[in-house]
């Protein structure tokens, strides 16, 4: 059973829609690639929700993601959904990180925080980027990625990814993650255009109802929705309204990197660089840039490589 799920849901009452989002073994494998710092942790696995409920927003063939550069100790963390269902991610940081960054998980309370964003960052920002997979590209097709800047001020990721849909988007949003024992979840409000022949009653409603939904997600508290099921929290959240929720979809951690890439790059690199690193470390390995999957090879592996590219001699 996939505990990585994302569930769409709707207002009857109004045009509301919501996301909810919940990565588990996605983590798992993201998590086991590099030994993470708590609180890189934590900011890395909200970001691989932010992408995934980013991508299933948008109607869209291609990658979705979410890259952070700054001055603060995380140079730059990524965090990538391909086609509404692929995922991958990394991130790196230099010294150590301060553990009063960390807050301690309680009984009452299991989620871990990374306090404000900017400790981890700095001075920075995190850009957003939509780049169309070939396949999916049209002849006559704009070509160009599509980007986005979100600019962290002080708080926490959902904070600034909400101003940043008010500001670019003009929808009112709410988001909300947590994270507890290596699974993160999210969810997302958004408040979309009234229809066009919407009369002043009927908008002076939605904006009632939106104010309303506004105010009951502000009392969700983060040991819920790190724990309860999608049913049980909407149910606990919203009874009062009625709400439909569709099927979950099924995400999945997932790179493009393989073995076959990884060797094709050793081979575009010069043989006596190669035949250096071996005679001095006893293997070479090349390790992917986003999501830090190592592949290593030895003395008879690079030998088998540079044999296929040589002609045999008889
Ligand atoms: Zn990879």
Known sequence: MSQDLLHRFSFFAAPIRGQWV???SVLDELLARQDYPPSVKVLLSEMMAAVSLMADGIKFQG???????????????????????????????????PDSYNQQTSAEDPTTHYGELTDLIGEGRMAITLTPSRHAQGGAMDLNSYQGVVSLERGSLAENLETYFANSEQ???RLFFAFSRDTVTGLLLQRLPAPDNATEVELEYQRALWREIDILASTLRPEELAVLPVETLLRRLFNEHVLTLQPGRPLKFSCTCSRERAQSMLQALPKEEILELLET???VDVTCEICGARYEYDQLHTHLIYEADEPPIH
Request: glycine content about 12%; some cysteine.
């Open 22 to 24: 919940r990565l588990d």
């Open 63 to 97: 990658a979705v993601a979410l890259q952070s550069r700054g001055s603060g100790p995380v140079t730059t963390a990524l965090a990538e959904c391909r086609d509404q269902e692929l995922l991958r991610g990394i991130a790196r940081w230099e010294g150590t990180i």
């Open 171 to 173: 929808l009112p949003t």
């Open 281 to 283: 470390q006893g293997m």
